[in-house]
């Protein structure tokens, strides 16, 4: 890889937010309105963090219907030496939302 991308990608991971989000993502696909209430912050808040994961190629998305899903690209995490066993496990984050029901699901 590139030490410029490389550098990007590391960068894109420095931060906390994008890091849960790469956390979260590594239990299921999502989509920005089912990320909104966990993190507490505005959809376009949310949009921005998933835009400069896409553009390092952290993350890709798919369109189901008018919903854009977002998954992680592996092979891009695995390309830059980033350890997904490290993550910690914050299922429970979806946990509480159901609980509450607060859980979106966009399908």
């Not at 991308?5 to 309105?33: E, F, Q, S, Y």
Request: with cysteine.
């Amino acid at each position: 890889m590139e030490f410029n991308k490389l550098a990007d990608a590391l960068k894109a991971l420095g931060d906390p937010t994008r890091l849960k989000i790469i956390a979260l993502l590594n239990m299921r696909d999502c989509c920005v309105c089912e990320l909104v209430p966990i993190f507490g912050i505005s959809q376009p808040s949310i949009s921005k963090h998933m835009s400069r994961l896409k553009n390092v190629g952290l993350v890709t998305e798919e369109r189901r219907g008018q919903w854009v899903f977002y998954s992680l690209n592996r092979s891009q995490l695995e390309e830059i030496g980033f350890s997904l066993t490290r993550l910690p496990d914050f299922s429970s984050d979806f946990d509480e939302l159901e609980k509450q029901g607060l859980l979106v699901t966009c399908d």
